[in-house]
Every structure is written in C-alpha cells, then in structure tokens.
Nanobody, 122 residues
Framework: QVQLVESGGGLVQAGGSLRLSCAAS????????MGWFRQAPGKEREFVAA???????YYADSVKGRFTISRDNALSTAYLQMNTLKPEDTAVYYC????????????????WGQGTQVTVSS
C-alpha cells in the first residue's frame, strides 16, 4: 500500500501564496499519477490538478494560471504551488495517487492522504 502525507496548508490572505507538499511512501511509486483534490464545507470533493510520471499536467478550469503542480520523482513527492489565492480556494486539500493514466481528472484514485486545510481570508 501507498501512504500519502500532505503538508504546507495554513492561513493566507487573498492574493497570497502557499505551497503544498505530498510525500509518498510504502510501496512502488514509479509510474503513478499524482493528483490534488479539494473539498470545501458542504461541497463535493473536486479535482484540482494532476501530474503524470513524465510530467504531463492537468488542471481544473478554476485554478488554471494560478496553481502549478510538479513532482520530484527521486523524492516521491508532489507539490502544488498556489498563487493569487482567493477566498473560494478555501478547502481541505487532498493528495491522491492513481496507478494508471486513465481518467486523471476523476475522483477514482487508489490512495488518498488525510488532507491539509487551506484557508484564504478576504
């Protein structure tokens, strides 16, 4: 099994930036897709961004141009750089791993982290 631990969440003012990290451990990681999702109170969990092993990226329309996903394969770690944050970005952010490249923007991932809170104040 794969274990995922998110870090880097916190409180930031609108227009500010945060960088989230997701460290993977436990089992083989090579070739996995890594993704970020978020869930705000009263809302469904939604796709934010994903990155393939080779570096291909996918973004939700709501974060394009503001968020950047990256990964360090040697460290088995994914990152989400969040710039120009808005109050509507407030949510618990989850890291996830998918064993195939099919359906990277869906919620059908194989492993999930516990989440990290991101709060953006007005």
């Amino acid at each position: 099994q794969v274990q995922l631990v998110e870090s880097g969440g916190g409180l930031v003012q609108a227009g500010g930036s945060l960088r989230l990290s997701c460290a993977a451990s436990g089992r083989t990681f090579v070739g996995y897709v890594m993704g970020w999702f978020r869930q705000a109170p009263g809302k469904e969990r939604e796709f934010v961004a994903a990155i393939t092993w080779s570096g291909g990226t996918y973004y939700a329309d709501s974060v394009k141009g503001r968020f950047t996903i990256s990964r360090d394969n040697a460290l088995s770690t994914a990152y989400l750089q969040m710039n120009t944050l808005k109050p509507e970005d407030t949510a618990v952010y989850y890291c996830a791993v998918k064993r195939t490249v099919m359906g990277v923007a869906t919620i059908q991932y194989d492993y999930w982290g516990q989440g990290t809170q991101v709060t953006v104040s007005s």
